[in-house]
């Protein structure tokens, strides 16, 4: 995967790793709505992660380094 993105400017990097954070999720999901009961929470904060990156990098790609990681922070702060 650091071969992908050796040599990428920045916004090229976080565009790239947009699309793999996309497939995460809808992977993720489909991993929820499969899971055994016991494993939901911890599956659920799968999901919320990935949602999380994907807002730093939505964020990151439109300029608004200022509050790209306020997600990824507020997630992080509710780890279970």
């Known amino acids: 995967i650091l071969d992908d993105y050796s040599g990428a400017s ?4 976080m565009k ?5 954070v ?11 709505a499969v899971a055994p009961e016991p494993d939901v ?12 990156l994907l807002t ?4 990151e790609i439109a300029g ?4 790209a990681l306020e997600d ?3 997630l992080l702060e509710q780890t279970p």
Do not use: N, S, T
């Open 10 to 13: 920045h916004l090229d990097a």
């Open 16 to 20: 790239k790793l947009k699309d793999v």
């Open 22 to 32: 996309e497939k995460a999720i809808i992977h993720f999901d489909q991993l929820l």
């Open 41 to 52: 929470p911890l599956v659920q904060f799968l999901v919320q992660h990935e949602q999380a």
């Open 56 to 59: 730093f990098v939505d964020r």
């Open 64 to 67: 608004d380094h200022a509050h």
């Open 72 to 74: 990824v922070e507020k």
